[in-house]
């Protein structure tokens, strides 16, 4: 973590430091898909199409909980990077005790929440009844692993906003490794279904976070930092939530509106249900490319307006875009030639493997129009404007994209293909909404 990784990304040639640092961000995510997708592979494998249902949905609402924290991650990455590039070590050692301060007090508060509210959970997810006590369980297990997750994302974060984006892919790899072990064990050997991957799932998270913590505690920083650094001091944290608060609302809304739309799609029952599982976990690696540019173009961009060269901040914006369409249009065409080979990984379940292949081919289209929308909102985010972000989302997603899949759900009969189309609709509307203020921001400069 020294001086010579932070100065890159404000200084030298832009766009191979910006695809330099977004490597790091790419294997993280990754990894991160990978461990969670083994959960639905191993399952799938040895147990019934209920558990994978059940780990589907369970996924999806911790998912939610787990952007809420990314969010607020966010926020404390951008303020890190932003001292950072004003070379104001003080400012960047009270934004990494802040973060660390206020992530611990998240964990006191989500974890009982959640363990509160599982029943709840899946009383609102219209979960099929075969799946019910396995998502339960899995949710419970999940709940209990809150401090890890929300530990290991503050440490990410922090990392991240030091211009350190390598580190965090060493503690995800150690975790892909323990999940999959795990799985394997609890899942595969002990046939403990969806609970199994819960609880292989939890056990990573730990390993992960106290190999970070311990090793952030014996690296240190390339700035003064200590105990006194160690308190929820209100600018800092005012900065912090200022960015965070709006991205986490966002995330979380935007997840709200995933379990809203599987709901709906879980009273085509249980096919249906199985089926938009896997494809979320497909799609989960499909948007992996333009995600890692993306969270790149959030620190360049907050370093870059810390040490006051905002062109140079808009230049990554354009390459983060360019990068990311090239792996979204690969991606929307390989899907369209083998979205059966692609699903079957996932179920043996030919019903299933085949309403998954309609859903994707619509879907991917999305792939395309996320390179535009993730660069932007990293963007904004970098700048510490997160409102236009959370305006645009929630007027794609609860305008355009729930109506149009209840509506799709119609008409759709027995096919999932126009359901898919829901998504691309809505990043479209986002793409709009987001030129047009760009363009009036300029005509405001003038």
Not at 190 to 215: E, K
Not at 338 to 356: N, Q
Request: proline share 4%; charged share 10%; aromatic share 10%.
């Amino acid at each position: 973590m020294n001086s010579t990784t932070q100065n890159t990304l404000t200084e030298g040639k832009l766009a191979p430091a910006l695809l330099r640092f977004a490597v790091p961000f790419l294997i993280s995510n990754f990894l991160q898909a990978l461990y969670g997708a083994v959960d639905l592979f191993v399952v799938g494998q040895f147990s019934t199409s209920a558990s994978v249902s059940a780990v589907a949905i369970g996924s999806q609402v911790m998912q939610t909980v787990t952007w809420i924290i990314l969010g607020i991650s966010m926020g404390g990455t951008v303020l890190i990077g932003q001292k950072i590039g004003e070379k104001n070590e003080e400012g960047a050692a009270e934004a990494v005790g802040c973060v660390a301060v206020l992530f611990g007090l998240m964990a006191l508060v989500l974890t009982p929440l959640m363990l509160i509210a599982v029943n709840g959970a899946v009383a609102l997810m219209k979960t099929p009844l075969e799946a019910v006590s396995a998502a339960r369980s899995y949710i419970f297990i999940c709940s209990c692993g809150l401090p890890f997750i929300t530990g290991y994302n503050g440490v990410s974060g922090i990392f991240r906003g030091i211009g350190d984006s390598r580190t965090p892919v060493i503690f995800i790899g150690l975790a892909c490794i323990v999940n999959v072990i795990g799985d394997f064990l609890f899942t595969g050997w002990m046939g403990m279904g969806a609970a199994g991957a819960a609880l292989a799932t939890v056990i990573a998270q730990a390993v992960s976070f106290l190999a970070a913590l311990a090793y952030m505690y014996k690296k240190g920083f390339s700035f003064p930092f200590g105990r006194r650094h160690l308190r929820l001091r209100r600018k800092p944290a005012a900065a912090i939530l200022k960015v965070g608060f709006p991205l986490a609302l966002q995330d979380a809304l935007v997840n709200v509106s995933f379990l809203i739309i599987t709901t709906i799609i879980n009273t085509m029952g249980l096919t249906a249900s199985a089926a938009v599982g896997v494809v979320e976990k497909i799609i989960s690696f499909a948007m992996l490319p333009p995600s890692a540019i993306a969270s790149a173009v959030t620190t360049v961009t907050a370093q870059n307006i810390g040490a006051k060269k905002p062109e140079r901040a808009k230049r990554a914006l354009w390459y983060g875009i360019g990068f990311s369409l090239i792996f979204g249009i690969a991606v929307c065409i390989f899907v369209q030639f083998s979205a059966p080979l692609v699903t079957a990984v996932f179920s043996r379940d030919e019903a299933v493997i085949l309403a998954a292949a309609q859903y994707l081919r619509s879907y991917s289209y999305d792939c395309i129009l996320v390179s535009f929308v993730f660069c932007i909102n990293s963007y904004f985010s970098g700048r510490s404007n997160a409102l236009v972000p959370f305006i645009h989302s929630m007027i794609a997603t609860f305008l355009v994209r729930i109506p149009a899949t209840y509506g799709f759900s119609l008409i759709a009969g027995d096919s999932l293909f126009p359901m898919g189309l829901a998504a691309p609709m809505a990043s479209f509307v986002s793409i709009v909404i987001c030129f047009g203020y760009m363009r009036w921001e300029e005509t405001r400069k003038r």
